[in-house]
């Protein structure tokens, strides 16, 4: 009999992260939902158990609240014993959306570009505190949440970690041909350096310097964010060669997040971070998929086009 494999899906209440809870259930894997609101995990658990997954639990997890993920890890070390599979989706925009409708009307993030950022003006607003937030949630959490899990994760025998990314962490965005070189040297890139350029983003991003050191000036937090787990990814992957580390663009996809814009559904959406989860043991790994398509860390030109 086949060995069961357990899945952390973060973020799993909505969206994406629900779906990808879906598809890996229907695929045979144990698989823990977690949400930072007791209430709404525990309603998408029971929605699925009502369709027939049973093989879907709730826990409790705050991706940016160090006790929860103790709390979350104590629980899978004594109910599991290891874990296989640990798939990063919970992100936030860093961004206000001030008019939906107007919002929706320029096509949404996807036709972000700086470019044009004079057309999303008093459309979106990015303050600080948001978008310290969002690196806050989409990058230093995952690193915490990731080093938590590694000793779990080597206890199986096929450890995947999906780190769920953007088309916005294309190094396209960034202006700093040095430091774009930088990130992409990944044999000389360290942790520390990494956490160092993030560091030097905030400054910036605080001081109205971003367009100064060539950050991106629209959807600036998200997109150094994303571009900061590319990097993390594969720096772990270097490190942890007994882990299958991969980061996914899931698409463009309808959910809360994007007002409901973009042409994939949840469905599409969530088989690229489904198939990194389930790759087979010499699978790739620091690779970027764009849905379930191996794709660059730097275009030359919009990687929306
Ligand atoms: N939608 C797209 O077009 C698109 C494109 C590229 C990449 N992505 C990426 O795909 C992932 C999922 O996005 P989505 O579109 O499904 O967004 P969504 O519908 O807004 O869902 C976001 C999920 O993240 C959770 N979350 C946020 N902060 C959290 C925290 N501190 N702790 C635990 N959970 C937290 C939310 O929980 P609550 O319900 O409690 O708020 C929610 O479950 C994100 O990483 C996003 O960057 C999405």
């Known amino acids: ?102 919002f929706r009307a320029t096509g949404g993030y996807v036709h972000v570009l700086d470019e044009k950022a004079h057309l999303l003006t008093n459309v979106i607003e990015e303050p600080y505190e948001l978008g310290e937030k969002c690196l806050k949630t989409n990058y230093y959490a995952i690193k915490t949440i990731t080093e938590a899990f590694i000793p779990l994760l080597q206890l199986s025998k096929s450890p995947r970690i999906v780190n769920v990314s953007s088309l916005y962490g294309d190094l ?36 109205g310097q971003l367009k100064k050191n060539g950050w991106p000036l629209t959807v600036s937090a998200y997109k150094v964010s994303k571009i900061a787990l590319n990097a993390y990814t594969r720096l772990m992957a270097k490190q942890y060669k007994d882990i299958l580390v991969n980061c996914v663009h899931p698409g463009s996809v309808k959910t809360d997040m994007s007002s409901q814009t973009g042409s994939a559904t949840v469905e599409e959406g969530a088989k690229g971070p489904v198939m990194a989860a389930l790759l087979p043991d010499n699978g790739p790994s620091g690779v970027y998929f764009n849905q379930t398509q191996i794709g660059i860390f730097s275009s030359k030109t919009s990687p929306f086009v």
């Open 172 to 207: 396209y965005w960034l202006h700093n041909e040095k430091l774009k070189e930088e990130l992409q040297d990944i044999d000389n890139l360290t942790d520390e350096r990494l956490d160092e350029i993030v560091q030097w983003f905030l400054t910036d991003f605080k001081d």
């Open 1 to 102: 009999m086949e060995e069961k494999r357990y899945a952390i899906v973060t973020g799993g209440n909505r969206g994406i992260g629900y779906e990808i809870c879906r598809q890996l259930a229907s695929k045979g894997v144990e698989v823990i939902l977690t949400s930072r609101n007791q209430d709404r995990g525990e309603e998408a658990v029971k929605k699925l158990n009502a369709s027939g997954f049973s093989n879907v639990v709730f826990h409790q997890l705050d991706i940016n609240d160090l006790s929860s993920i103790s709390c979350l890890a104590k629980f899978v070390q004594t109910h599991f014993g290891k874990l296989d599979i640990l798939i990063n989706n919970a992100g936030e925009m860093g961004v206000i959306v001030l008019h939906e409708e107007e």
